[in-house]
């Protein structure tokens, strides 16, 4: 990554080269071919088609598949047992995901509340703090006025 000679000045280093060494091959001598003959020669089958043409050929035998194994009958008692638990499993999973949507839900309807107090919390402050257009109740000026009975008289 960093270069070897950090004054510009090239550094030499001694080489050295590996030669291959050549593997002679060994004498491979092929196997004799053996000729294979089958065990009986398939018959010869001939078939005329409907228009007069005569098809020679082998005749395949169709493939015969293997016999399937008996299985061992299931009681009905098993079965219903079986069904049953999936049917548990079923109805735990689903009244999980309610519970987990009425919690989801109460949530949602608890943030639409705060949300509409404060909405309205703002409303009525700036209606009661605002100092633009009329205000309720009249100006009095104290050191005029003539207080009777908790009333001002001006």
Known sequence: MYPDHPHGVPVQRAVEVHQPTPITPTAVT???LVPVQPGTVPAVASVVLPDGRV????????????????KPTVSRAAVNVALGGVGFLAVCG????????????TAFVT???????????GWIAVQVFSASGHQGGATVNIRKA??????FYG
């Open 30 to 32: 092929p196997a004799p």
């Open 55 to 70: 098809v020679t050929g082998y005749a395949i035998e169709p493939a015969r598949p293997e016999p399937v194994a008996v």
């Open 94 to 105: 689903g009244l999980l995901l309610l519970t987990s949507f009425i919690a989801a839900l």
């Open 111 to 121: 943030q639409l509340i705060t949300l509409a107090a404060v909405v309205f919390g």
């Open 146 to 151: 003539v207080i009777k009975r908790n009333k």
